[in-house]
């Protein structure tokens, strides 16, 4: 598979994998058929994989994690996205996720651009993730929230970048 590399260096391979079927989109998603999902990406030679808290609400999220856990760091490229913190839900438990996830409403999706919302969210995500990074990170249909978005949410991200935590787009 041929590679690309972003102007400070980070290669990502042309074809990359969404992962929001992988969070039961539409459907359940059984473990066995996300598993050979990622198999099946892997041996054709995708190494950029990017998921999100949103996709089931967290679920891609956690079925990502534990598949990359068994290969080597290095050896991919995997983004996640900001702006959406899942928080707990008591009063839809034992409902479905009513933004088309096949999944259990235990948790809702609270938008947050602002610097705390950001660092939590990548916190979160790395939880869910059990790694030790996160390559990149977008800010996550931002479109409703853009005075927040555009302002608190991309100094998060450039201030994640210039830590050296994440290699996050933001305006150069």
Avoid at 12 to 39: C, H, I, K
């Amino acid at each position: 598979m041929r590679t690309r590399a972003t102007s400070r260096g980070l290669e990502f391979t042309e074809l990359g994998l969404g992962t929001a079927q992988l969070g039961n989109l539409y459907r359940e998603t059984s473990p066995d058929e996300a598993d050979a999902t990622l198999t099946a990406a892997w041996e054709g030679g995708i190494r950029y994989i990017d998921t999100a808290p949103h996709y089931g609400l967290g679920l891609s999220e956690r079925r990502v994690g534990a598949w990359l856990r068994e290969r080597p760091r290095d050896a991919f490229v995997l983004s996640t996205k900001v702006g959406r913190l899942l928080v707990p839900s008591p009063e839809t438990a034992g409902q479905q996720d009513d933004e088309g996830f096949a999944v259990p409403a235990d948790r809702r999706r609270v938008f947050d651009f602002s610097r705390d919302g950001v660092l939590r969210s990548v916190e979160a995500s790395l939880e869910r993730l059990g790694l030790d990074r996160i390559d990149v990170l977008y800010l996550h249909d931002p479109d409703d929230h853009f005075e927040q978005a555009s302002g608190e949410g991309i100094a998060a991200l450039i201030e994640l970048r210039e830590q050296g935590s994440c290699a996050p787009w933001a305006p150069e």
